[in-house]
């Protein structure tokens, strides 16, 4: 959602994940144990269409028999917040914290104010807007946030 210039180190360094990088490789790369719960976790992320939270994690390992109990989901998430393996970002207007895997992509995201339901969208209509403000200005924009708000089509019927 920000554009944090280490996010983007990182990326460079390590280059993009291939689609199926398995994840004992992403968890011993960051010196991590490869556990049941981190790797369900993991997958859980990857597979969801858009941001998860903890409960919905926990949730769906409950339905896959892991047995895990809720803090436990935190504390998995937490690690591999630090470990910037997933991102961990909040929407306005909710307290709910959310959680996706990390791409090393640069995103933005329109929020339905009625379902509540989150997407990625793609394109970022602010890197000309960036070069301008060097250019005009000399100001080296290192991130930005930008989030769209509205009424998804689901809702609009
Ligand atoms: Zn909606
Ligand atoms: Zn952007």
Redesign the pocket.
Known sequence: MD?KPSNRAVGAAIGREPAQASYKEMLSREGLKNTKHRNSVLHIIEKSAQPVTAEQIYFALVNQAVSINLSSVYRVLNTLVEKHLIIKSSMAGENKAVFELNRFE?K?YVVCTQCKKVVAVPG????DYEKMLADKIGFDVQG?Q?ELYGICRDCKK
């Open positions: 554009k640069h933005h970022c209509p602010l890197e930005h930008l």
